[in-house]
């Protein structure tokens, strides 16, 4: 079956512009995570979607940041007035949340955004 | 507030060779812990893993340990390959909810021909 996909796989933007990305989870993954990646760093989490709500969104670094998932599938992160600091892979994950190792989180190819 | 290390940052070892690599995370209140592995400009691929109950999980040449009172985790990767060459990720999701992992910042491996 089809993994978690992400769109576009690059984005470039200038300073001050709004972009969106885009995360097909794994059909049937009710959860859905995002995390943001610096280069040499490890994923940090961003925000959390059971269904259509957003459980945990924590991570957030601001409010220029913003994610739905209207339908409980498919989730989009916005980003306002982005930011050269902004620059980084943007991975998203899916989990089935089923228990045990039901939890395993199936990450997409990611989304690598550089603002200029 | 969870921390997780992972010792080495990075290794380089002639093919054939055994190998461990280290992970240690401050609060062993966690629900479970993942290893994965990244290939350069790539996403995560999920390797192991392993329950805050259990002990250790095999997949092929790969054997993950866990040891949560202690808080930390090996990976093992038995008779390597060229193909195994990437930077190797240990995560784990704490208990009460939370979901979320919280990553090293990985180890990178060589394995040379």
């Known amino acids: 079956g089809a993994g978690v996909s992400q769109t576009p796989s690059n984005k470039v933007t200038e300073k001050g512009k709004y972009v969106e990305l885009r995360c097909d989870p794994i059909s049937g993954h009710t959860a859905l995570y995002w995390y943001r990646q610096s280069l040499g760093q490890g994923p940090e989490f961003l925000i959390y979607?059971?269904?259509?709500?957003?459980?945990?969104d924590s991570g957030l670094p601001n409010d220029r940041f913003f994610a739905v998932r209207p339908e409980g599938s498919v989730s989009t992160l916005k980003i306002q007035r982005t930011e050269r600091g902004d620059s980084a892979v943007y991975l998203c994950?899916?989990?089935?949340?089923?228990?045990?190792?039901?939890?395993?989180?199936?990450f997409g190819p990611g989304t690598r955004l550089t603002v200029l | 507030k969870q921390e997780v290390t992972q010792i080495p940052a990075a290794l380089s070892v002639p093919e054939g060779e055994n190998l461990v690599l280290n992970c240690s995370f401050t609060d062993s209140a966690i629900y479970n812990l993942q290893w994965f592995r990244q290939d350069p400009g790539k996403g995560l691929t999920s390797l192991l893993l392993?329950?805050?109950?259990?002990r250790e999980q095999t997949s092929g040449r790969l054997n993950a340990s866990l040891d949560k009172s202690s808080g930390r985790s090996t990976l093992y990767i038995a008779a390597s390959q060229p193909g195994d060459s990437a930077t190797y990720l240990c995560a784990v999701e704490g208990q009460g909810g939370s979901e979320k992992l919280v990553f090293g910042k990985g180890t990178k491996l060589t394995v040379n021909p």
């Open positions: 979607f059971q269904g259509t709500g957003a459980a945990d």
């Open positions: 392993i329950q805050s109950s259990q």
């Open positions: 994950a899916s989990s089935s949340r089923s228990g045990g190792a039901g939890n395993e989180q199936f």
